[in-house]
């Protein structure tokens, strides 16, 4: 069910969109060629007639005037973690179900996803890391070439700033950020450094800048990143604050992706309520939750839209309630902000995402939404 704060023209296709992608590609590489042109003509052509029959002017004929900002849809999902017996799966042979498979099918209509990925992407025998204070066994950690996998699936955006992004230390870390950046995966949240790890990814589409802050609550001692210590991003309210001030004039869309609420946590408490409505009173415009691994409160808080918990995405967990959640697809247009939003089911069954269209698991995602005042439903 797609819920809209406003009415507006018709959405484009899909279609549509692959074309306005093209147009200002198309248009790079046409002006490395006019440029190449220009000095071959300053250098050898006394053809008087160059100007009238150039590529340029041919060009001009076929070419549309460039299309003006158009509206773009975005999905979010929770924990991904292509580790323990997901990545087992991938090296049997033939590979097990495709896992990934409900992400694509969101990616088919969407402009870019994103996650919060919450695994290393790394190749050899790295040494786990000691997670002291906080404790745990747990360290998940996938194979590097799971990064072209989530990228071939539509996803453009994550989060690093979780409790499991420092499971092999700084060289597990190098790996993770050297995969996603070879897969042209954008990421926030850890670096080399906290400055670095502090800074937004700033994604471009159809001429709308998204950016993306990322900060995690819940981290190990050795896990957080220091001025000249390779880490995640520890959440501090006022460390938030004041990347919101630089952002907020640099983009469209500014997202805040928060590690935090406690596992199976579904309601925030009165804290982590206040922190999330500063955020956007601030000027951000979507807050994503996670690492309590179930899906939790969707709150309408104008004029964003704060997702507590989007729960588990990808996940080897053996729980079920664990492996019911949504993914949160909202569409933006540039100048009005944030226009629909709708909360598409998924599942995992036998270690596969799926969307689902079941009535009981709509009925269970819809039942999360709260609001200040209605928001009118589309047909």
């Known amino acids: 069910m797609r819920h809209r704060k406003d009415s507006r023209n018709p959405k484009p296709n899909r279609g549509e969109k692959i074309l306005l992608v093209v147009v200002p590609l198309v248009a790079v590489v046409v002006s490395a060629v006019l440029a190449t042109a220009t000095v071959i003509q300053d250098d050898t052509c006394a053809d008087e007639d160059w100007a009238e029959n150039s590529f340029e002017a041919q060009l001009a004929d076929i070419l549309p005037l460039q299309a003006p900002d158009q509206p773009i849809r975005l999905v979010f999902l929770g924990d991904v973690s292509i580790s323990r017996r997901i990545a087992e799966g991938l090296t049997q042979d033939p590979p097990t179900e495709d896992y990934l498979l409900g992400i694509r099918q969101l990616a088919l209509s969407a402009d870019a996803l994103f996650v919060n990925l919450e695994c290393v992407l790394a190749d050899g025998d790295l040494p786990p890391a000691d997670k002291s204070p906080l404790g745990g066994s747990f360290h998940l950690m996938g194979k590097s070439s799971s990064a072209r996998e989530l990228a071939n699936a539509g996803v453009r955006l994550v989060s690093l700033a979780n409790n499991h992004t420092m499971d092999y ?211």
């Open 169 to 379: 230390g700084a060289e597990g870390l190098m790996q993770t950020i050297s995969a996603l950046d070879s897969a042209g995966i954008l990421h926030a949240g850890a670096g080399n450094t906290l400055d670095e790890a502090r800074q937004p990814a700033i994604l471009e589409i159809l001429g709308t800048r998204v950016a993306l802050l990322a900060y995690s609550n819940i981290l190990h001692g050795a896990g957080c990143a220091g001025e000249d210590k390779p880490g995640a991003v520890l959440f501090k309210k006022e460390w938030v604050l004041e990347d919101i001030e630089k952002t907020r004039p640099n983009c469209d869309l500014l997202v805040i992706s928060l590690h935090w609420l406690g596992e199976d946590q579904s309601k925030p408490d009165a804290r982590e309520k206040s922190w999330a409505h500063s955020f956007i009173d601030a000027g951000a415009d979507l807050i994503i939750g996670h690492h309590s691994h179930v899906l939790a409160t969707v709150e309408l808080y104008s004029p964003g839209i704060i997702a507590y918990s989007l729960g588990n995405s990808v996940f080897d967990t053996i729980y079920e309630h664990r492996r019911k959640s949504t993914a949160l697809v909202v569409e933006f247009q540039k100048g009005e902000g944030i226009t629909s939003f709708e909360l598409v089911p998924i599942v995992i069954e036998n270690l596969v995402t799926k969307v689902s269209d079941d009535a009981d698991m709509i009925e269970f995602v819809q039942s999360k939404i709260v609001s200040e005042t209605p928001i009118p439903t589309s047909p």
